[in-house]
């Protein structure tokens, strides 16, 4: 049990967990359902009847999501709270465990060997300087795995930040449990480091953009999608509209047909020991950037019928796993009589709205990138035409023009070097922003092609 | 007709582009095929029946993929020679075409502008500093599109290679002909500057490697897949053996029933004007780079009827249309009775060499990425130190420990920036290639994923 910092368990719930069940009287299946040998942590045990009234065999799946914050050298008390992480995984033994900011290969491998038993396949995902971050451990065979980098992701000279050096990613793995193929996405979207004026907000737009695009065109061979992850943005945030509109993904907290946790599914409370609250005070119930999203692809249904999410420290500690709380889903994943096509339709309209909005904050941030580039251009040439005039003086008087020196060395040398570093800066800065439009820019493209699509839907059918 | 530039087509053959034939006494297909409406370039034909014998309908496509080395300021004739390949798309009416290395926008746009009429449809990549170069025009509507930035792509620093500026990437556009979804992607590898000692090797690996599985997970849904584009590779080379044997692409100058062209398919000859000479001693009669791969996915069949390159100078002008010779492809694409899983099976032992063999090339560049990651890193910390030497002895002085300034002003002034710059350079190469230790890394493990699937495979067939 997670003892305190989790709602208390249903008695018998582990034991529900990742099997296919089949009720009395159903029908035999057709199809290539089998029930799963159980494993260590999982035994087998009866579903309820309330989730395969349709005489198919149910899959239930436990789906664990957080945010480790585990910086070396920043995070408080890492190695304790990663430990205590591995500890409750393995004592809870989930089916799909998905996890960022594990920046650390560490304590990746630490969890990796402590897991090892229960979640015999995992992966972790490189990217950037400091790495994505993100990880994947589950209890079935992992068949494949794919990165993508998001092509913005905050800029290198905010240092404080430090967003851009994680090369912020999507990481797919792809899992096989009784032959419904599963595309898993685990993601880590740019931080909102001021909500009022949030200057990243373009490139976070990208992100959920490119995203949602990546999840469309890589999981069209799967049967169910789960993605789960620190997105960064509030429910009702443009950016998980776009998300969740042009991919067909639910909310699991939305959709939960039961919940415990904190109030409104937050994941950053004001009472978590490591939070900031002076930045939680306009949202003094919290606010809730962890998902887990889902969507059944071909011929599955897929129902949430819990989510639970950490509420304070762990069980038997003083401290929670994080900063951030723990997402917790049992989902019921069943097969359905024929396959259905993506049901958007009658929300286009909706959905054109959302892409419209989104699209014009891409270009408010175009529009930006475009005036740093054309600035940090201006900088360069200027620094440019300062070295120059001072080459041109220091050939001057070697060339004996000048009969005495018009500057002090010493100032004439730094004010060389003073130029030198500007244009460097100034070039490198101008290199950035010219890529920053040149992605926000075939973002904007993107999404009007995307526009054109959903209106001309409507005329056609 | 393209004239002197191209071997002379058959008569008639323009007029048998991507139509839909029926042959005479076929059955009536219960499928959603159906017969295009004739476009200004493209106008109806019968068909050969050798193509149709299963007595099907068969669509044709003929495909246009040229490297139009289009640099701005650099590249020699550009604007004539992107004139000469817009005059020339235009009269030949191809049903698509993938360009790469049109690196101005402008050019695109003009492009554009003067092929609206027969290809109504086009996309441009952005990417990088420069762009990716990468567009297509084709005859039918894109329906989405999507692009994937290769991880690695040469070093910031070889800025006489200036690979890395170009942000090469694999664009993905979706186009639906007769109810067949076609996958097409183009692409642009990273260059070869020198066969003998190949620095970039680890890095085109990668690129193939991210290409093959990019392709494999986003292609799921589709019918017909694709690809064109400079690989920068011989086709015997490791990394077109990898993407090939990968992905179970075909290569359409190896399967064409018909060749014409410049002698072994190769697409950078001597005899090109653009060409440097000397850089082709080593093959007298050139190299073969620029393909045209394709496979079917569900239950088609995708035939090369004939593949053609250019030879030498456009019609009516003293100039090719680039350094490189343009590939032109011939496809017949048709239903067969039932889909077929990919047929990989007895392949997979070759392929696990193939993949074997391209991990120990990305092992021998992760170890080169070390070497370098450790040794700017020790630069930098070495400048570190020197700076805060000159720091304590500057504060020594200002606190009068010493009576006299040791060294001249301007010296400790020079020398103090000398190291602030290393430090800055090695800092910068240190985080450019800890993000390369860690891309390959990444692309190692997941080859090592992949061999231990190609090596359960047999065992459990």
């Known amino acids: 049990m997670f003892g305190s910092a989790l709602p208390p368990s249903q008695p018998g719930s582990l034991a529900l967990s990742c099997t296919l069940h089949r009720l009395p009287g159903a029908v035999t299946p057709t199809h290539s359902l089998q029930v799963l040998p159980s494993a260590r942590c999982c035994p087998l045990a009866p579903a309820k009847p309330r989730q395969a009234m349709e005489g198919e065999p149910t899959l239930r799946l436990r789906i664990f999501d957080l945010n480790c914050w585990a910086i070396r050298y920043l995070s408080k008390r890492r190695q304790e709270r990663v430990r205590l992480i591995g500890d409750t995984l393995r004592r809870e033994g989930?089916?799909?465990v998905l996890l960022q900011e594990v920046w650390s290969e560490q304590d990746y491998s630490d969890l990796r060997v402590k897991l090892a038993g229960c979640y015999p396949f995992s992966h972790y995902f490189r990217s950037g300087v400091i790495g994505s971050g993100l990880c994947v451990f589950s209890r079935f065979p992992i068949l494949d795995t794919l990165l993508y980098q998001y092509s913005l992701n905050g800029y290198p000279y905010?240092?404080?930040?430090?967003?851009?050096?994680?090369?912020?990613?999507?990481?797919?793995?792809i899992i096989k449990i009784s032959g419904i193929i599963f595309n898993v996405y685990v993601t880590h979207l740019h931080a909102e480091y001021c909500r009022e004026k949030d200057a990243y907000l373009p490139h976070r737009l990208v992100q959920a953009w490119e995203l949602a695009q990546f999840i469309r065109h890589t999981s069209k061979a799967a049967d169910v999608v789960l993605l789960g992850g620190d997105l960064n943005m509030h429910p009702e945030d443009v950016g998980i509209r776009l998300l969740r509109g042009?991919?067909?993904?639910?909310?699991a907290f939305a959709e939960a047909m039961r919940f415990e946790g904190c109030k409104n599914g937050c994941t950053l409370v004001p009472d978590n020991c490591f939070i900031d609250k002076s930045e939680l005070l306009p949202f003094p119930l919290g606010?809730?950037?962890?998902?887990?999203?889902?969507?059944?692809?071909?011929?599955?249904?897929?129902?949430?019928?819990?989510?639970?999410t950490t509420t304070g420290p762990a069980l038997g500690t003083d401290i929670p796993f994080s900063d951030h709380e723990a997402v917790m889903a049992t989902l019921h994943i069943?097969?359905?009589?024929?396959?259905?096509?993506?049901?958007?339709?009658?929300?286009?309209?909706?959905?054109?709205?959302?892409?419209?909005?989104a699209r014009t904050e891409v270009g408010v941030g175009l529009q930006a990138a475009q005036r740093q580039r054309y600035s940090s251009g201006r900088m360069a040439v200027l620094a440019l035409l300062l070295l120059l005039l001072q080459a041109a003086a220091?050939?001057?008087?070697?060339?004996?023009l000048g009969t005495e020196q018009p500057f002090p060395k010493l100032s004439f040398c730094l004010l060389a070097f003073l130029a030198l570093g500007v244009l460097v800066l100034a070039t490198g800065l101008h290199l950035f922003h010219t890529m920053e439009v040149k992605m926000l820019h075939g973002t904007k493209d993107q999404m009007g092609m995307a526009l054109r699509a959903l209106q001309e839907r409507p005329s056609e059918g």
């Open 94 to 96: 989930f089916d799909l």
């Open 158 to 173: 905010m240092l404080q930040h430090g967003d851009w050096f994680c090369g912020k990613s999507v990481g797919l793995v």
């Open 246 to 251: 042009w991919t067909g993904l639910r909310d």
């Open 287 to 308: 606010i809730r950037i962890d998902y887990i999203l889902y969507k059944a692809i071909s011929s599955f249904t897929v129902k949430c019928e819990e989510l639970k």
């Open 334 to 357: 069943q097969r359905r009589g024929q396959p259905v096509g993506a049901a958007l339709g009658a929300a286009d309209l909706a959905l054109a709205d959302v892409v419209t909005e």
């Open 394 to 400: 220091a050939l001057g008087i070697l060339a004996g």
